[in-house]
């Protein structure tokens, strides 16, 4: 079955400064992944999501880079704010498997 | 933030009790999911109900027995827990199964086993 590796597991960064998280997938046949972001005390909620057919994808300060051939995918934020701090998970989905298989997330704290 | 609910938010139970965490989707959503997330697995898939039916139970123990009586509503019952077994229980909610559409998860159940 489908195995999702996520790292870092802890990332700090200063307020304005880019954070970079990876995560790496072991099913070839896997088609979308997406990142869910779980504040302190909070559900986790999709914040992009990219589909095998695209490389890259951007929101604002948010993008995902999908590389198929080498199977990771990588969540970037620029310009990195306080309210960015939560944990973040990776996700894939497809191939032999109907479910979203997670990451064991990265806890990303933003310092002002 | 009300698109799914659970209740109750926080359960303290003993080892020999039973008790039941509800889940209620207001999102026409046709697939419903109970996660487990504990420090040692972050969101853990727990059990799978596509149109009422279950489609996934991932060796998750006998103590936990799921109930989807509509697609609306899941249920988790919990009975001769163990202390291991705190966590926080997360639902959530999709259009469909085997597609890639987004996950809404409810608030959670803080579950602690005494």
């Known amino acids: 079955g489908e195995n999702v590796e996520q790292h870092p597991s802890t990332l700090s960064v200063q307020e304005g400064d880019s954070a970079v998280i990876k995560c790496t997938y072991s099913d070839s046949a896997s088609n979308y992944f997406p990142w869910y972001k779980q504040e302190l005390g909070k559900r986790p909620q999709l914040i992009i999501d990219?589909?095998?057919?695209?490389g890259e994808k951007k929101d604002q300060r948010i993008a995902v880079t999908l590389n198929k051939t080498a199977k990771h995918f990588s969540l970037h934020i620029t310009e990195t704010q306080p309210e960015d701090s939560a944990v973040y998970f990776c996700a894939a989905m497809g191939g032999s498997q109907g479910n979203l298989i997670f990451g064991k997330g990265t806890k990303l704290s933003v310092k002002p | 933030e009300t698109g799914v609910t659970q209740t109750p938010r926080h359960l303290v139970m003993g080892m020999t009790n039973k008790k039941s965490l509800k889940c209620e989707q207001h999102l026409g959503h046709n697939a419903m999911y109970w996660y487990k997330q504990s420090a040692k697995k972050p969101l853990e898939l727990m059990f799978v109900?596509?149109?009422?039916?279950?489609?996934e139970n991932n060796s998750v123990p006998s103590r936990f027995s799921p109930e989807c009586p509509n697609s609306s509503h899941l249920f988790l019952h919990l009975h001769t827990l163990q202390p291991e077994d705190s966590a926080l229980y997360l639902c959530?909610?999709?259009?469909?199964?085997?597609?890639?559409?987004?996950?809404?998860f409810g608030p959670g159940t803080r579950l602690t086993v005494t």
């Open positions: 109900y596509s149109l009422e039916e279950r489609v």
């Open positions: 959530a909610s999709s259009q469909e199964f085997l597609a890639s559409y987004e996950q809404y």
């Open positions: 990219i589909r095998s057919n695209v």
